[in-house]
């Protein structure tokens, strides 16, 4: 499974940014996808879940009503609606699949890694 990140900006503080992940390759194994963020000298954390079939999801409490993830199961791609942005929010963010089930929080759950994109909030 290869994993393309895009959609990372900069952006003033309160504004919006969208970001998508697209799978490709043997895409039936993927059982959840995920996103994380690392910021400089900080170790990377899970912001968002979901999973592939029943689409539920599950939120990190600094993104939580925030930031939604959704996913399309057809064009084999998940989004990040990242909305009220705090200069807090920038970082590297990252995606993720998993092929199993797992504690979606952790970063060993998942399989595959996206090359991730620059998400900058100014304030």
């Known amino acids: 499974v290869q994993l393309q990140a895009s959609g990372g900006g900069l952006v003033q503080a309160g504004g919006s940014l969208r970001l998508s992940c697209a799978a490709s390759?043997?895409?039936?194994?993927?059982?959840?996808m995920g996103w994380f963020r690392q910021a400089p000298g900080k170790e990377r954390e899970f912001v968002a879940a979901?999973?592939?079939?029943?689409?539920?999801?599950d939120y990190s409490d600094s993104v939580k009503g925030r930031f939604t993830i959704s996913r399309d199961n057809a064009e084999n791609t998940v989004w990040l609606q990242m909305n009220s942005l705090k200069p807090e929010d920038t970082a590297v963010y990252y995606c993720?699949?998993?092929?199993?089930?797992?504690?979606?929080?952790?970063?060993?759950?998942?399989?595959?890694w996206g090359q991730g994109t620059q998400v900058t909030v100014s304030s």
């Open positions: 993720a699949a998993a092929r199993g089930r797992g504690s979606y929080y952790y970063r060993r759950s998942y399989d595959y």
């Open positions: 979901i999973t592939w079939s029943g689409g539920s999801t």
């Open positions: 390759g043997r895409t039936f194994s993927i059982y959840a």
